[in-house]
């Protein structure tokens, strides 16, 4: 079963703008990552934060991950209408399988 | 990170058939990992396989359904037997080898 949820489901935003997606998992994790998936194809690893860190950057992104809420969010800025696709976290539990769980995703469409 | 290939990257089957779907790592991986994506649902766990042992499957999944074999540390397949237009779906491998990396996907439509 899945682990994570995420909000919002849907988001429809202007380029230029920016858009956040909120993540929530359940059980305690070695790290959290956010993946891109543009219209069902293969996934894009976007950036990974382990669980000891609290923020990440990377270009566009930001990552936030608050460990004793288990949510995280990503931040698009200054948003593209490539960025147009769907978003969903994955959290690596405690353990040492490295197996991914995935949350429900968002999808996002950013609008010329 | 590793690479990986999979294959076939669609196909349209028949019901009651089966298909067999291969991931091949370009390097050796100690685990891999059988995704399942349902139209316009996020990813799913099917199981884990680790070379030299059975596979391990989560929850709802069993392995008369889908048998995986490793038979190394670069392969695995994943067949879905006896299919049906409810196993119409994505099916993805994943490895971790210096990070993650997932294969591109099988598109998997049973008529």
């Known amino acids: 079963s899945q682990q994570g949820e995420e909000d919002p489901q849907a988001l429809s935003i202007q380029e230029g703008e920016n858009a956040t997606m909120n993540c929530s998992y359940k059980?305690?994790?070695?790290?959290l990552q956010w993946y891109r998936q543009n219209s069902g194809r293969g996934l894009v690893h976007l950036i990974l934060?382990?669980?000891?860190?609290r923020e990440k950057h990377s270009g566009r992104l930001r990552v936030t991950l608050d460990t004793s809420k288990k949510s995280s969010s990503l931040l698009i800025t200054a948003s593209r209408a490539a960025d147009t696709a769907s978003y969903f976290c994955a959290t690596d539990a405690s353990g040492g399988y490295n197996k991914l769980i995935f949350g429900a995703g968002t999808r996002l469409a950013v609008h010329p | 990170s590793a690479v990986i290939s999979q294959k076939p990257s669609r196909d349209i089957c028949q019901r009651g058939t089966s298909l067999t779907i291969q991931c091949q790592v370009d390097s050796q991986v100690t685990m891999m990992f059988w995704y399942r994506q349902q139209p316009g649902q996020s990813l799913t766990l099917i199981a884990t396989a680790n070379q030299g042992s059975e596979a391990t499957y989560e929850s709802g999944f069993v392995i008369d359904k889908f048998p995986i074999s490793r038979p190394n540390l670069t392969f695995s397949t994943l067949t879905v037997s006896n299919m049906s237009p409810e196993d119409s779906s994505i099916y993805l491998c994943?490895?971790?080898?210096?990070?993650?990396?997932f294969g591109s996907g099988t598109r998997l439509t049973v008529v």
């Open positions: 994943s490895a971790t080898s210096d990070g993650y990396t």
């Open positions: 059980t305690s994790i070695n790290n």
């Open positions: 934060i382990r669980s000891n860190e």
